[in-house]
């Protein structure tokens, strides 16, 4: 992958975690008209406060559009919230990892996949299948193996939900429909928008 792909699988990683984050504060609003105080915030956030995702504990009012499901062991639940293609040729898969167990679930390692150089700790070992075109999609790497996915998965406390996001080379724009698998986890049907 060349510098300049690997510059736009970042940007597009950005973008949709810029997407997901717009979301979930939009979610966090109340209908109230904006008071005086409540104007100073946005410039607060833009100053970088706002770079890190608040703990997901189930506050948001309005909780994000889930267009699938997949099961996983141990009271593991993925939720995909969109799946979204863009004009630069990526498809991009976002959604949470809840923990509906009444303990912490540790063995996220077997998400990683089984290739050589998967990076640790995440959700690299994710496919899309086009059951159509008959192809296989795997997560996007950088040169140095690195995959455009989420990292650092290592606990999921109960009761806890963590945002996740992939990223796919895109399938043709006739293909509307992928299967998402991750190791351990059910199959799950996905729409693509965009």
């Given at each position: 992958m060349s510098i300049r792909q690997k510059a736009k699988?970042?940007?597009?990683?950005?973008?949709?975690?810029?997407?997901?984050?717009?979301?979930?504060?939009?979610?966090?609003?109340?209908?109230?008209?904006?008071?005086?105080?409540?104007?100073?915030a946005p410039s607060q956030s833009q100053a970088g406060g706002a770079q890190k995702p608040?703990?997901?504990?189930?506050?948001?009012?309005?909780?994000?559009?889930?267009?699938?499901?997949?099961?996983?062991?141990s009271g593991i639940v993925l939720e995909v919230n969109s799946v979204v293609r863009d004009?630069?040729?990526?498809?991009?898969?976002?959604?949470?990892?809840?923990?509906?167990?009444?303990?912490?679930?540790?063995?996220?390692?077997?998400?990683?996949?089984?290739?050589?150089?998967?990076?640790?700790?995440s959700v690299a070992g994710a496919t899309l299948v086009d059951s159509v075109g008959k192809k296989r999609y795997y997560v996007l790497r950088d040169t140095e193996g690195r995959c455009a996915c989420t990292t650092g998965l290592s606990r999921i406390a109960a009761s806890e939900s963590v945002p996740f996001f992939a990223q796919f080379p895109a399938p043709p724009t006739t293909t509307t429909e992928v299967?998402?698998?991750l190791p351990t986890f059910d199959t799950a049907t996905l729409k693509i928008s965009g």
């Open positions: 699988v970042r940007g597009g990683a950005a973008v949709a975690v810029a997407a997901v984050l717009a979301l979930a504060l939009a979610g966090c609003g109340g209908g109230d008209k904006p008071k005086e105080p409540q104007k100073a608040a703990p997901s504990s189930g506050n948001t009012s309005a909780p994000l559009e889930v267009i699938a499901t997949a099961k996983g062991p004009q630069d040729g990526y498809l991009t898969v976002n959604g949470q990892l809840k923990n509906t167990g009444s303990q912490a679930f540790v063995r996220t390692s077997e998400w990683n996949g089984v290739e050589k150089n998967a990076s640790p700790a299967v998402f698998g």
